[in-house]
Nanobody, 121 residues
């Protein structure tokens, strides 16, 4: 019904920048919150950043001032601009979208497949 396709990521040196994107497609009535989680090896998945349909944003303390989340509602796409990257940012990054399929249904979270970001020191 709904697919989230991520792009971006890869290998980058410490101090560098990467931009992730995540496009939602399918039978979508509306999208509420969108955002990004990450999971490093041996660690729990953690919220990185989120953005509401009204463009209110929320960031993990560890990325404040370095990462910027944005969205293009016309394209059902969320972006994560990551600057001043550190080795500890290395993780698989997952996007999510709280999608409302019809006006009668409550939003349901859909997830992307994940994209690896590796920051070398």
């Amino acid at each position: 019904q709904v697919q989230l396709v991520e792009a971006g990521g890869g290998l980058v040196q410490a101090g560098g920048s990467v931009r992730l994107s995540c496009a939602a497609s399918g039978s979508i009535f509306s999208i509420n919150a969108m955002g990004w989680y990450r999971q490093a090896p041996g660690k729990q998945r953690e919220l990185v950043a989120a953005i509401t349909s009204g463009d209110n944003t929320n960031y993990a303390d560890s990325v404040k001032g370095r990462f910027t989340i944005s969205r293009d509602n016309a394209k059902n796409t969320v972006y994560l601009q990551m600057n001043s990257l550190k080795p500890e940012d290395t993780a698989v990054y997952y996007c999510y979208a709280a999608v409302q399929l019809t006006v009668r249904l409550s939003p349901y979270d859909y997830w992307g497949q994940g994209t690896q970001v590796t920051v070398s020191s």
